[in-house]
């Protein structure tokens, strides 16, 4: 059963940068898609990027591209969520989670979920 365990968050100021990162084990990681979603208090969990085994593939949710980028070290067991010009509505706690399937952006699409890290942003 693989474990994942999300890493980065913090308290950072609008226009602000932050990478998170999520350490994978005890599964093999490079034969699966993985992505990033978030989750701000009152709402529903929402798609923020996606990237494929190979780390060709990308995919974004509409409110953050051009601002963030999803990569991928596979001799690592990690993936990475680089986030720029942050917004105060950027804050969340951010899961990354393992594909089910090879495309998708719903959450049902992905499972094996990291327990997420807090990302705030102050205006």
């Known amino acids: 059963q693989v474990q994942l365990v999300e890493s980065g968050g913090g308290l950072v100021q609008s226009g602000g940068s932050l990478r998170l990162s999520c350490a994978a084990s005890?599964?093999?990681?490079?034969?699966?898609?993985m992505g990033w979603f978030r989750q701000a208090p009152g709402k529903e969990r929402e798609f923020v990027a996606a990237i494929s085994w190979s780390g060709g593939g990308t995919s974004y949710g509409d409110s953050v591209k051009g601002r963030f980028n999803i990569s991928r070290d596979n001799a690592k067991n990690t993936v990475y969520l680089l986030m720029n010009s942050l917004k105060p509505e950027d804050t969340a706690v951010y899961y990354c989670?393992?594909?089910?399937?090879?495309?998708?952006?719903?959450?049902?699409?992905?499972?094996?979920w990291g327990q997420g890290t807090q990302v705030t942003v102050s205006a």
């Open positions: 005890g599964g093999l990681f490079s034969r699966y898609r």
């Open positions: 989670a393992r594909g089910r399937v090879l495309l998708g952006t719903r959450p049902t699409d992905f499972d094996s």
